[in-house]
């Protein structure tokens, strides 16, 4: 997901792409979650790509887990990781194991989470860890939607911590008037808010559901959030995702945010695709915060006349095609040895 990425971290991830790597892993850390929320796209049954669903894939626990999942780390030797669910802290035990050596690693980290339990206090000291709570609309929709994760809880488990609050727009909240800046208001007040993001529902092909937005609501969400922005400075909305909102990648193959990270399942094998939402997102309506702060970052011309995204590309061919020699190199000098 965005964060403030610097030029240093820009030049380290562009050395990962060169190499054949994806900077960026997601990982859903387990198949567990209480909450049932409706229009949930890691329960759908096309997440997966069909057949096997996420709460019938095999998930591990302990130790077990606290190795594997580390040595997925290590294999990508990522720069960001994003650790999802299911409810990650379902796992909280192994989590305890497992950010202590993201962090020795100096590996940026993110979870994401219902906040349904208490978020461990002395997470709070990861400098690089960002805990990312989301929260679906104003009190009565959320505890309609997430409960046991309710409003009442949420507040109770932040305490102590500096988080981000992450609300995905719907529909219904675009056609309340005022509903959005409601938002902004409850939840700027709050110290232990650091930052509120909001993307917007992302529909699956052949899908119709009620959260889904129409061109004009997000014609609509994206001119509301420029006003509030400035009334509500903790909301993080950089230009360059409001105009990523307007005009998302027409397929995977355009999207930089899929081309850059790999999305794991809870067997720790199983990639999701073609990006975290898995199935078959409808690209042309995204609303996922990171791939809109990218795709418009891949729009710009460096010296007016070469896109970003046409850099990229022929850098992450050169990466694959280096990874491919690196493979043969070390399949050869296994066979001789
Ligand atoms: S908390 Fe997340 S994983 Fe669990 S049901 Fe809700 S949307 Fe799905
Ligand atoms: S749905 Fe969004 S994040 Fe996923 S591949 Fe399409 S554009 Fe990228």
């Keep these: 997901m965005a964060s403030n990425v610097g030029a240093r971290e820009i030049v380290q991830a562009w050395g990962r792409i060169l190499t ?55 294999r990508h030797h990522p720069l960001h990781v994003s650790i999802v669910g299911g409810e990650p802290l379902v796992r909280f035990r192994e989590l305890g194991q497992i950010l202590p050596q993201l962090e020795e690693r100096q590996i940026h980290t993110q979870v994401v989470t219902s906040a349904v339990r208490q978020i461990p206090r002395e997470w709070a000291a990861f400098p690089r860890l960002q805990m990312v709570v989301s929260i679906d609309g104003l009190q009565p929709e959320h505890d309609a939607r997430r409960t046991p994760a309710t409003y009442e809880r949420i507040l109770k488990h932040i305490e102590g911590h500096k988080i981000t609050v992450h609300c995905t727009v719907t529909r219904q909240q675009v056609r309340r008037e005022g509903y959005l800046g409601e938002f902004a208001e409850f939840w700027s007040r709050r110290d232990e808010i650091r930052k509120i993001w909001f993307s917007l529902f992302t529909p699956q092909h052949g899908t119709e559901c009620v959260e889904r937005l129409t061109p004009e609501d997000r014609i609509s969400v994206v001119n509301q959030l420029a006003k509030l922005r400035r009334v509500y400075p903790k909301i993080y909305m950089p230009e360059v995702v409001l105009q990523g909102y307007l005009n998302p990648p027409a397929s995977p193959e355009e999207c930089v945010f899929s081309k850059t990270t790999e999305c794991v399942s809870a067997d720790l094998v199983t990639q999701i695709t073609p990006c975290q939402f898995g199935g078959e997102p409808v690209c042309t309506e995204c609303g996922c915060i990171a791939s809109a702060g990218l795709a418009c970052f891949s729009k710009y011309k460096i010296a007016g006349v070469l896109p970003v995204s046409s850099i990229f590309e022929f850098s992450q061919r050169i990466g694959e095609f280096s990874r491919r020699i690196e493979q043969r190199v070390g399949a050869m000098s296994a066979a001789a040895n």
């Excluded at 900077?23 to 409706?38: M, Q, V």
């Design 20 to 74: 054949g790597y994806r900077p960026n892993i997601s990982i859903e850390i387990t198949r567990e979650c209480p909450l049932r929320c409706p229009g949930c796209y890691a329960y759908g049954d096309d997440h997966l790509g069909g057949g096997v669903t996420l709460r019938g894939l095999a998930d591990y626990k302990g130790d077990e887990l606290v190795q594997r999942f580390m040595a997925l780390v290590d």
